[in-house]
């Protein structure tokens, strides 16, 4: 059984996390309660209120839908996290293969997929493949460092699968 007060003390941090999340997004602290309170089923008054501390009820259709609006913000960052990992696996992949000596860049097949024979590191690629630009300085033969884009491994990839 949860008390009224293990409920409140619960429940605060999670409220002050959506808020804050509002209030980052909307640039407006009484913006942001007025749209957590919708969202919850409460007014921003009751919001400021529950979070100054002050003697408001806590009734549990509000205490279930805090509770959802925090799950499902934990899981999109989740899911936002998992998606920035899966993509910084993809670039770390590629750019070791490029800078490893004894396997050629052109190992894979045109549609980015391992060669034949090769176990698959990863669920799959973007849909998307990845755009490589030139940078705007002037490159001077016989520098060092002077490499022609085209030279690159990556480059050539990108322009395979096009």
């Avoid at 089923?41 to 501390?53: N, P, Q």
């Avoid at 799959?124 to 493949?129: K, L, N, Q, V």
Wanted: proline residues 8%; positive net charge; glycine residues 8%.
């Amino acid at each position: 059984m949860l008390t009224a007060s293990q409920a409140r003390d619960e429940t605060l941090p999670k409220l002050s996390a959506l808020v804050r999340l509002a209030q980052s997004s909307m640039g407006s602290k009484m913006a942001a309660y007025d749209a957590v309170g919708r969202r919850i089923g409460a007014s921003g008054s009751w919001v400021r209120k529950f979070m100054g501390r002050q003697d408001t009820g806590l009734d549990g259709h509000v205490l279930h839908n805090i509770r959802t609006a925090y799950e499902r913000l934990c899981s999109n960052i989740e899911a936002a996290a998992d998606a920035a990992e899966a993509t910084n696996a993809l670039l770390r992949e590629d750019l070791h293969a490029a800078l490893r000596a004894d396997r050629p860049a052109a190992a894979r097949t045109p549609g980015g997929a391992p060669a034949a024979g090769a176990a698959p590191c990863r669920p799959g690629r973007p849909t998307a493949p990845a755009l490589v630009r030139p940078d705007a300085r002037p490159r001077v033969p016989g520098l060092p460092g002077a490499v022609d884009l085209t030279d690159l491994p990556l480059w050539r990839a990108a322009n395979e699968e096009e």
